[in-house]
Every structure is written in C-alpha cells, then in structure tokens.
C-alpha cells in the first residue's frame, strides 16, 4: 500500500504527442491516459479559455458556437500558431492527468521534425509554464518508428511515414539516429479541405470542417475499393444560401483528394532518392511503417505500396503510436538519451 502510494508519486513522468489535430498524454507504468482533440473555447476576441472548454468539450463547439465563444486549434501545420492558448491546453491537460502529485513530472514532448530553434524553444516553455520539472524533446518520427515497435537503434534502416493532421513526417532511421527526414505541411486537414473546396467548384454546396472530416472518414479513398461507396451529404447552396442535399461517390471524393496524397508521395519518393545506397538496400525488405490518422485512410498502404515498389505495414494503431513512443522512452532512459533532440 505504502510502497504503490510512493510509486505513484515518483513515476509521474509523461510523454506527449502534442499534435495539431489531438493531443496524448503517456503516463509512465499507466500507459495512455489522455487522448483530446487539441481544440480551445475561448471568449471571442480573447485569450481567455471557456471553463473546461478544453479538448473534446471544445471540439464538439466548433462551427456551432454563438458568437460570443470561438473554438480555436492552437497548433497549425504541426506548428503552434498561438502559444498562450497552447500553453492554457498544456496546463489543462498536464493537470487533468496529474492530479495533486507533489513531484513535477518529468515531460518528453515529440514534436515535428521540421520545428526551428525558436519553436523548440516555445514548446519548451509552454511545458515548463504548464509544470514540468524537466522537459525532453524528440522528433514525432522518431518517436512514430519507437511506438511502432521498430528496432530503431540497430544499424540498419528503418522508414516510416506519418502522416497527422497538419503535417506529414517522412524519416529514415537508422542507429537511434534520423539519417534523412522530411516534414510537410501536408495532412488530414488539407484531405478535408480539398473536399469543401471540391463540393463547392463542382456542387455549389457549402460544407463545414465537421462535415468534410466525416466524408472523409466515411467514404474518402486513395486507392480504387472493391465495392465503392456513396454518402448523402448536407449543407448550404451556395447561390441561393438554402440548406440543400446531395449524395457524393468514393470515387470523387477519391479524385479531389489526389493533390494532397501526391505531394506526400512526391516526398516519400525524394526522402527514399537522398538515403544512401547501403540503407536504401535494406528497405527492399524492411519496407515502410505508416502511423497517423493519415495511415488510416482507406488504400493508402496500397498507393504508396504501388508508388514505391516497397513493402508498406500500418502501425497497429497509427493514431497513438507516436505517443506510444513517447512513452518508452520514458521507460528506457538510455534510449530517451540516445534519441532526444536538443
Ligand atoms: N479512419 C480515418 N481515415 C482517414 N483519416 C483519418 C481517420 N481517422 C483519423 N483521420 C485523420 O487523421 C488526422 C489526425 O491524425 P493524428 O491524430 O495522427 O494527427 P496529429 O498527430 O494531431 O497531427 P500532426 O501530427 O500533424 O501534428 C485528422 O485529420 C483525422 O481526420
Ligand atoms: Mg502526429
């Protein structure tokens, strides 16, 4: 009793996937105990946060809030657009998950491989405002490649592609290094917007974000499915601004959302072009490892797969497996160590 009282109060170390679309947070020996969208009500025109308008409570506001609230996304492209409000959900979230302990965590945060000095620097910050004794910083693919369950230290490569809501992460690794890596700005977000814009080129019909994401999850495809799909879709007229109905295709929407997945392509093509010869050799076999809600979309193993010539594996569960990684390292310090970026 004593002994667990005690464990508890040590073994508060966290791990973050601090990501533009949800956020995780990996306790130490508990596993995953948040997973949020990383939404913030707010009173409109202000910094000040709706009480316990944080997460899921805020995302459910969006697009429907009166105008008094507005529900923000403080984290854009993968990067933070709004650092108070990133550091309101930090604290928010860190408190939710640590109660009264009286230690301060020890926090490792994964955060995108394309981040500046200056924005490693604000999320540094933002974690040590929020209550962290001692903050760590690894790259989100590294990280990926470590939940993913890839053997990252061995001197071979390893590839792995994830793709989030507001980037895309391409590395290969090798020796708990990252040998060549890509990050753009490239996601799940663009997929939902190429689908509003889509409806209302082609259908006069204006659709909100909410609306694009389910289309997306219910019937968005890269690649041609066995039996396709259609889906009823409502939203406003664009020219006469009346509520109007109209039933889409998998095929279409698959065909709208050919820019984005071309450009994650055209990366995974250079990413695999700059690896040297010896590493290239050993993905011939070790393939691609995708994570992300991205790896989720219906064929994309299939696309890449048939664009790269390579064996393509989607992590067990993409969405939690950069947070996963996260975690493991904060079992294993010596990897935390060997792989944290500074
Ligand atoms: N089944 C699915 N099919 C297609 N897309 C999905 C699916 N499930 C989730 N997504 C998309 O995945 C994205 C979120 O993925 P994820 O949680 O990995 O992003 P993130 O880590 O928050 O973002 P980033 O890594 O860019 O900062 C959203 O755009 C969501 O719509
Ligand atoms: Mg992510």
Do not use: W
């Not at 490239?186 to 019909?205: A, C, P, S, W, Y």
């Amino acid at each position: 009793m004593m002994l667990t009282r005690l464990k508890g109060l040590f073994s508060n170390d966290i791990g973050i996937d601090l990501g533009t679309a949800n956020t995780l947070v990996f306790q130490k020996d508990r596993g995953i105990v948040l997973r949020e969208p990383s939404v913030v009500a707010v009173r409109t025109g202000t910094k000040d946060v709706i009480r316990d308008g944080v997460g899921l409570e805020a995302k459910k506001m969006i697009g429907v809030t009166p105008k008094n609230i507005t529900a923000v996304r403080p984290m854009k492209d993968g990067v933070i657009a709004d650092f108070e409000i990133t550091e309101a959900m930090l604290r928010y979230f860190i408190q939710k998950v640590h109660h009264r302990k009286i230690v301060a965590p020890r926090v490792v945060v994964a955060v995108p491989s394309g981040i500046n000095e200056v924005e490693r620097r604000a999320v540094k910050d933002s974690v040590t405002h929020a209550g962290a004794r001692e903050v760590h910083l690894i790259e989100q693919p590294m990280a990926a490649a470590i939940g993913a369950g890839l053997p990252v230290e061995e001197p071979a490569a390893n590839m792995v592609v994830d793709i989030g809501g507001g980037t895309s992460e391409i590395a290969i690794i090798s020796l708990a290094g990252i040998v060549e890596s890509i990050s753009l700005r490239v996601g799940g977000d663009q997929f939902d917007d190429t689908i509003t814009n889509h409806l209302k080129r082609e259908h006069n019909l204006n659709i909100g974000l909410r609306t694009a994401e389910e289309i997306k999850l219910r019937i968005g495809s890269a690649y041609p499915l066995d039996e396709e799909m259609t889906m009823e879709v409502k939203g406003r007229d664009v020219a006469k601004g009346l509520p109007k109905t109209l039933t889409i295709g998998s095929e279409e929407v698959r065909e709208a959302l050919q820019k984005p997945l071309s450009s994650i392509l055209e990366s995974i093509r250079s990413c695999l072009e700059q690896c040297p010869a010896e590493l290239s050799g050993d993905l011939v076999d070790r393939g691609i490892v995708m994570a992300g809600g991205g790896a989720l979309l219906r064929g994309i193993d299939r696309l890449v797969s048939k664009e790269t010539g390579l064996p393509v594996t989607i992590a067990d569960e993409p969405l939690i497996a950069v947070a996963e990684g996260t975690g493991r390292t904060l079992q294993n310090i010596d990897i935390l160590f060997r792989v944290a970026s500074y």
